[in-house]
């Protein structure tokens, strides 16, 4: 028998609607009890976790991993590192590795590497087409049965609606919600940034905000169609939630992420070519940021996910139409959410745990996102009161790409606990 | 023509760091209105250079300046070649085709080992936009703009603007309509950051498809018709419209653009007589404009050439630390 006991911290539970100072126990990777005070047991590791804020482990759905194919940008071993190290005790992988996880081969390699690797779980996604070029379904029932949790050709949209129908169709029989990058390719052109006065002052061509509206339409109406379950990747348009919200009221089967950097940043920050604020969707206009905001304060944008995109800094070292798209966000979002979502009273704590856990939990029915007696022994600890500066050169993960540094922020994870066992201890 | 009289004198003397154009220039949107005033002065002290039976002055003696060419270019990288060995300068030009650029190295690592030679100046043309600021913030060489991608082409917004003030003598009240592909012109940025800050209203004028999003936050006049425009302005500043627009979907055809946006006599004749009708070149005629305005009585597009390597000494010889005051001493005796 291992168990854990965590003590006098402040449960924040929304699975359960619980916010109290107590005593958590872990046992043989199992939540075994929480009470005001539990008594001392043998063989037992104590965390003192008076002052701190314990929630179910936080996970993040979106990311991207590169392994195989971009290794020089991170591996699995790094990524989970990197996600503990964050306080994010689980992962959904993207499939746009090289080759493209398209196959039930694909879906066993990772989650091969995962096991090697201590540190976050890993529940890697599909691909909708076969390498994603979206022409034809992959091996979805295979890929699932090989453990994969839903399907996505993130990176490469699905430009094909009678496809996208087919994946919706297919992809209900086997219970897992089909991820979309909403992209009309067509509409973006050679697009760099947000298509607005900036991007015109900058002579850069620009991506309307109608690229990402139209395929969002299309998306909810094909979920709507054949009732199934969609899951809209970063959001980043005003039109775009307001779609999501409405479709939610008339019982569409819709979960939507906001990820930190479109909830926070403009399309102001690209100024100077900082190709550290060069990601798809592109960030917006401050309308547009607002309205993600409200989105996520509603519930409308009910998962909070980072879409990190590690990228060699050699690769963003580069002119900005040249360099990759995508920023790392792992070590970043909860220090984020906790002072700029928060701090400035976008959300109050709870909800910030609800969006970090328990609907991407929901979202891509994944164990945790609860305490509750008998659910897998998934923890973060978070110290709210230490102050910390965004220093890339201390990143677990093997990139850099962030436009946070230097961000002086208010809050982090202390220790990060997954399967019963103490996989960051950072304080 | 042009030609500030009081320039010389007195007033530009007391603040001479003012007027320093900084370490590169990138683009015009970065520079006040003095320093753009400045270095259409400076250009204009310099124009008499080029006049000379021996056109030479020892300003840049010494300097190694490379010309650092990503795209073809004709005009712009002789105009700077010119410009340089007119100061003195020591000068290599580079041009990506057949270059160590044609093997995947990288634009760091080629202005890294140039760097390592020892050189004072780059000018760099590039298809990025963004590349002069860029190389600017990573090698302490003066690092001037000869074009990055759809941004900027400061330079030719100056020599723009030195020729349209030969010839107008203010920005006062004037009205210069940029005509053609703003969407991907460095040329249109340039010009409008400059002649606004000049005091000139401008205006675009072009299909829908090739003007950028919110180009009117920009201060500019919006024309969807050739005709307007004329009628409106007393500047026309044409673009070349690149032949591939037409590939990209851009425009149905060649034929059609010059039909609805081609500036020919007969359009030109709705405007008034004194209508300066510039362009960046190099032209295609019978597409943008008609040979018979290109080389017509309005036309001032060889005067723009000839500016143009004045305005490029002048940069150089502003960028490398001279200051206004000793322009006319550091060109020496006649």
């Not at chain 1, 005593?23 to 075994?32: H, N």
């Not at chain 2, 040979?291 to 005067?303: M, R, T």
């Amino acid at each position: 028998m291992r168990s854990v006991l965590v003590r006098g911290g402040r449960i924040v539970d929304p699975s359960q609607s619980l916010d109290k100072t107590g005593d958590l126990l872990i046992v043989d990777g199992k939540i075994e009890a929480i009470s005001d005070e539990i008594g001392r047991m043998e063989e037992t590791i104590e965390l003192d976790a008076r002052g701190q804020i314990v929630t179910p482990g936080l996970i993040d759905v979106h990311v991207h991993f590169r392994e195989p194919g971009g290794e020089h940008k991170e591996t699995i071993e790094t990524g989970v590192r990197a996600a503990v190290a964050g306080g994010i005790t689980a992962v959904c992988t993207m499939p746009n590795t090289d080759p493209v996880t398209d196959d039930p081969a694909g879906i066993r390699f990772v989650l091969a590497q995962a096991e090697k690797a201590a540190g976050a779980r890993v529940y890697p996604l599909g691909a909708i087409s076969k390498n994603q070029e979206g022409k034809s379904l992959a091996a979805i029932g295979e890929m699932v049965e090989a453990g994969a949790v839903g399907i996505t050709d993130d990176g490469n949209p699905v430009m094909n609606g009678g496809l996208m129908r087919m994946a919706m169709e297919y992809a209900k029989a086997f219970g897992i919600p089909v991820a979309d990058h909403p992209e009309d390719l067509d509409l973006s052109r050679a697009g760099t940034m947000n298509e607005s006065l900036n991007s015109t002052r900058m002579g850069l061509l620009g991506k309307p905000n109608i690229s990402e509206d139209i395929q969002i339409i299309r998306d909810l109406l094909l979920s709507e169609l054949t009732d199934s379950r969609v899951h809209i990747q970063h959001v980043s348009t005003a039109y775009g939630v307001e779609m999501i919200r409405q479709a939610k009221s008339r019982g569409v089967q819709v979960t939507a992420e906001a990820t930190p950097h479109h909830l926070i940043l403009t399309d102001s920050e690209v100024d100077g070519y900082n190709t550290n604020a060069k990601m798809n969707p592109p960030l917006r206009s401050s309308e547009d940021r607002d309205a993600v905001v409200q989105g996520f304060s509603d519930g409308t944008l009910c998962v909070y996910a980072t879409d990190h995109a590690p990228h060699h800094y050699d690769e963003k070292e580069q002119t900005f139409a040249d360099a990759p798209n995508g920023i790392v966000g792992l070590e970043t979002s909860l220090g984020i959410g906790l002072t700029c979502l928060v701090g400035q009273g976008v959300v109050d704590l709870s909800t910030l745990v609800d969006r970090m856990s328990c609907a991407p939990a929901r979202a891509f029915n994944l164990p945790g996102g609860t305490l509750k007696r008998g659910g897998i022994g998934d923890v973060t600890i978070i110290d709210p009161n230490v102050i910390w500066s965004v220093n890339s050169n201390e990143f677990m993960s093997k990139s850099r790409n962030t436009p946070f540094e230097g961000l002086k922020l208010k809050g982090r994870a202390s220790k990060t606990i997954v399967d019963g066992k103490i996989v960051w201890n950072g304080l | 023509m042009g030609g500030r009289a009081g320039f010389f004198e007195g007033r530009y003397f007391l603040k001479p760091n003012l007027f320093s154009l900084g370490k590169d220039l990138v683009g015009l949107e970065d520079l006040s209105t003095d320093q753009i005033v400045t270095v259409l002065d400076t250009a204009e002290a310099f124009k008499e250079i080029s006049e000379r039976q021996i056109k030479k002055v020892p300003v840049l003696r010494g300097k190694t300046i490379v010309n650092l060419f990503f795209e073809p270019s004709t005009r712009t990288k002789i105009s700077f070649e010119f410009a340089e060995k007119r100061l003195s300068a020591d000068t290599v030009s580079i041009s990506s085709v057949g270059s160590s650029v044609s093997k995947g190295e990288t634009l760091v690592d080629t202005a890294r080992n140039l760097e390592a030679m020892k050189i004072d100046m780059v000018v760099i043309r590039h298809g990025s936009s963004g590349a002069a600021k860029f190389l600017g913030e990573r090698i302490p060489s003066n690092v001037i703009n000869a074009g990055d991608g759809s941004h900027e082409h400061p330079t030719q917004g100056l020599l723009d603007a030195l020729t349209i003030r030969d010839h107008l003598g203010s920005f006062d009240g004037l009205k210069v309509c940029i005509i053609g592909d703003v969407l991907h012109s460095r040329v249109a940025r340039s010009n409008i950051h400059g002649l606004i800050k000049l005091g000139a209203s401008v205006g675009v004028c072009g299909p829908y498809t090739l003007l950028p999003a919110d180009v009117e936050k920009m201060g500019v006049r919006v024309f969807s018709r050739i005709e307007e425009a004329i009628e409106w302005s007393s500047v026309l500043n044409v673009l070349r419209l690149q032949l591939e627009r037409m590939h990209s979907g851009y425009i149905p055809s060649l034929r059609e653009y010059n039909q609805k946006w081609g500036l020919s006599k007969q359009r030109l004749e709705l405007g008034s007589d004194e209508l300066l009708v510039l362009h960046p070149g190099p032209m295609n005629r019978g597409v943008e404009i008609d040979s018979d305005v290109a080389d017509g009585q309005n036309s001032v597009i060889l005067e723009q050439v000839t500016n143009g390597v004045a305005v490029r000494m002048a940069v150089l010889y502003l960028l490398s630390g001279g200051t206004p005051e000793t322009a006319e001493s550091a060109k020496g005796v006649n």
